[in-house]
């Protein structure tokens, strides 16, 4: 049976024949061909995408810790040391419900007594930095 091959516009440029193009049974060679309860043509099941970029979290979230008055060494982390304020959460990296709960902390353990009011500790000025209060995480528009 012989087919006719066109291009876009309808005109004929070559002939295939599809009977020789198949090779008869009794050509093929004798392969091992193994079949699977799966169909070939259904799509690849993944558990997760492996494109998928990493959730972003807060450092305190990624590392499950809970802010606690007690803990002044942590929450010195989130507070100026010339002025006494709390860093804002684009320059933290925070979440709002962890930037909430250390602003609280704060609140808490000055009201204690654990920690100074206008100032940070002398004690935590060298301790190592989880952000840089200069260059913020999540700049903002001004």
């Not at 198949?22 to 079949?35: C, E, I, N, R, S």
């Not at 929450?75 to 006494?84: H, K, R």
């Not at 007594?113 to 528009?141: C, Q, S, W």
């Amino acid at each position: 049976m012989m087919y006719g091959i066109r291009n876009r516009l309808g005109v004929a440029w070559g002939y295939v024949n599809k009977a020789a193009l198949v090779p008869a049974a009794a050509d093929l060679p004798t392969l091992k061909y193994y079949t699977t309860t799966v169909d070939n043509n259904t799509p690849v099941q993944f558990e997760e995408n492996p494109f998928a970029k990493e959730k972003v979290q807060c450092i305190l979230c990624k590392h499950g810790v809970n802010p606690d008055y007690k803990n002044v060494q942590l929450l010195s982390q989130f507070q100026s040391p010339y002025t006494g304020r709390v860093y804002g959460r684009h320059i933290t990296g925070l979440c709002k419900n962890r930037h909430e709960q250390v602003e609280r902390e704060i609140i808490k353990a000055q009201n204690a007594g654990f920690m100074p009011t206008y100032h940070k500790a002398v004690e935590f000025l060298n301790d190592p930095k989880l952000f840089d209060p200069e260059k913020a995480i999540r700049p903002h528009k001004y």
